[in-house]
C-alpha cells in the first residue's frame, strides 16, 4: 500500500470491529460429551475473513475475544465450509457464570484480535 492511502474499508473495519450476534446456542455432539456453540452466519462473517487474511493461522481460524452478558473470554472462531459462516464455541465455565443452556436465544459481541 502506497504512504498515505488507506486500507481497503473491509480491512480497516476488521482491525476494529466489534461483530454483535444474537442467535440460538447449539450442540455438538461428541463421543465424551457435546461442545456448546453459536454458528456466525456468512453475512457477517466479511469483516472475519478480511481479518484472517491479515493475521493467518490455522485451519483459518481467528483469535476473538467474545462478551456474553457480563463474562469475556478469548477464544478461536473457525471458517464453516458448509455455511460460509464461522463456529464460536462457548466455553462450559461461560455456560455456569451466566446461566445459559442449549436452545436459548443470546447476543454476544466479537471483537477481532
Known sequence: MQ???????????AKEGVITLTG????????DGVVHFMSVPAELAGEIK????????????VRVEVTLDDVTWRTSVFPSKDTGGYFLPVK?????K??????????VELELL
Open 98 to 107: 451466566t446461566g445459559v443452556a442449549a436452545g436459548d436465544q443470546v447476543t
Open 50 to 61: 478480511a481479518h484472517s487474511m491479515l493475521v493467518r493461522r490455522g485451519f483459518g481460524s
Open 92 to 96: 462450559v465455565d461461560v455456560l455456569r
Open 24 to 31: 440460538p446456542l447449539k450442540t455438538w455432539p461428541l463421543a
Open 3 to 13: 504512504r498515505g492511502r488507506q486500507a481497503p474499508s473491509a480491512i480497516r473495519l
